[in-house]
């Protein structure tokens, strides 16, 4: 076995000393003569030290490696994170002399993300689900006229993208939306206990998925061009199908065409605003009557978990048919508008504005 010779303790200061020294100088003429070599493994016969070296040798030996972190920081490229919000209110009326009914309100929101990024790749999904109710108690109504939806959506979006050059990406976009539960309308003026459904789970439902390129001029702000765009609507009652443009015997409507889509996403300080408008053209049928889907949410955040929201949403598509209080059927601008004070909590990694 190869042995290292160990000077005395009083001669090896002075060579440590001198080093340094010597390094110190160079150092201030810029000059470095240092050599570093990796030494791996290094032998020493512990019976030839004196006391004095024998105590540094055991306090050198005593440093555990496992105290110094060599692991890697292994990057992250998913961001996740969900959104909850609640509102409800209540109204109590007792010997009203204004008149009036007593009711119960309530709005829920489910807003959740997971993107992924990585190189020149980006993978976006988000989810929403929004669903809300007005239950009225006003004597001498049937139990089942009291109960009314204010809110019902389910939607979701996805988007790949690959980086072309800076901000332009090739894209495809995969959008589904339709709502949880039937509604109904009821004509008093007949049968109070006829109801007719409006819509349903997949009555209708919308899937589309479109190729194209996306340019994002700010991180708040992104434009996306689908030039081949499908779309798929389908509505699964039968009694609804012409409401939606389809045939009375068409489950499924495919339709092709070119898509334009803007997103804005932009949060600064308590206040964030959200904007996603689509614009649609047939290439089949009619591609001069341009359909709109154009979503808002605005919120204004009072407390750490007390928000004001707003949320509109604007449909014009002139394949839906809504009569109006004449019964005659037409195309027509649909809106709704939620204005709601509730709780709000967020979970993980949720994208409040860029």
């Known amino acids: 076995m190869n042995r290292i010779s160990i000077l005395r303790p009083a001669a090896l200061c002075i060579a440590a000393l001198m080093t ?13 003569n240092i050599e570093y070599k990796e030494i791996k493994t290094v032998e020493i016969d512990t019976a030839a030290l004196d006391p004095a070296q024998k105590v540094c040798f055991d306090i050198v030996s005593s440093i555990d490696e496992a105290a110094v972190d060599t692991t890697a920081v292994v990057p992250k490229y998913w961001t996740n994170g969900i959104l909850t919000q609640v509102g409800l209110s209540q109204v109590s009326l007792t010997n009203w002399a204004e008149g009036g009914s007593a009711n119960v309100s309530l709005n829920a929101l489910i807003d959740a993300n997971a993107n992924y990024s990585k190189d020149k790749m980006i993978f976006e999904n988000r989810l929403k689900i929004s669903y809300g109710f007005v239950q009225s108690f006003e004597e001498g109504t049937p139990l089942r006229e009291q109960y009314s939806k204010s809110d019902d959506r389910i939607q979701i979006d996805s988007k790949w ?48 998925l479109g190729i194209g390129v996306n340019y994002r001029p700010f991180n ?30 068409q489950a499924v409507r495919a339709e092709f065409g070119a898509q334009l889509k803007m997103d804005i996403n932009y949060a600064y300080k308590i206040f964030k605003i959200s904007s ?14 341009i359909q709109v889907y154009w979503d808002i949410d605005a919120s204004l955040a009072l407390t750490k978990v007390l928000t004001l929201t707003a949320r509109t949403n604007l449909i014009y598509d002139d394949n839906i048919q809504i009569e109006d209080r004449f019964g005659v059927a037409a195309p027509r601008v649909q809106f709704k508008e939620i204005v709601s004070l509730g709780l709000t909590w967020t979970f993980g990694q949720y994208i409040k504005g860029e």
């Open 276 to 289: 996603s408008l689509t614009l649609f053209s047939n290439y089949l049928y009619n591609p001069q009557n």
């Open 220 to 249: 708040f702000l992104s434009f996306n061009i689908s030039p081949a765009t499908g779309n798929l609507v389908v509505v699964t009652e039968e009694s609804l199908r012409e409401t939606y443009g389809n045939n009375i015997d």
């Open 161 to 208: 993208g690959w980086l072309l050059k800076d901000k332009l990406y090739l894209s495809a976009l995969l959008n589904f939306r339709t709502q949880l539960s039937p509604t109904y309308s009821y004509d008093t003026s007949t049968d109070p206990h006829t109801k007719t459904v409006q819509s349903n789970f997949m009555a209708p439902g919308y899937l589309s």
């Open 20 to 32: 340094v020294c010597a390094g110190a100088t160079d150092r201030k003429k810029n000059v470095s």
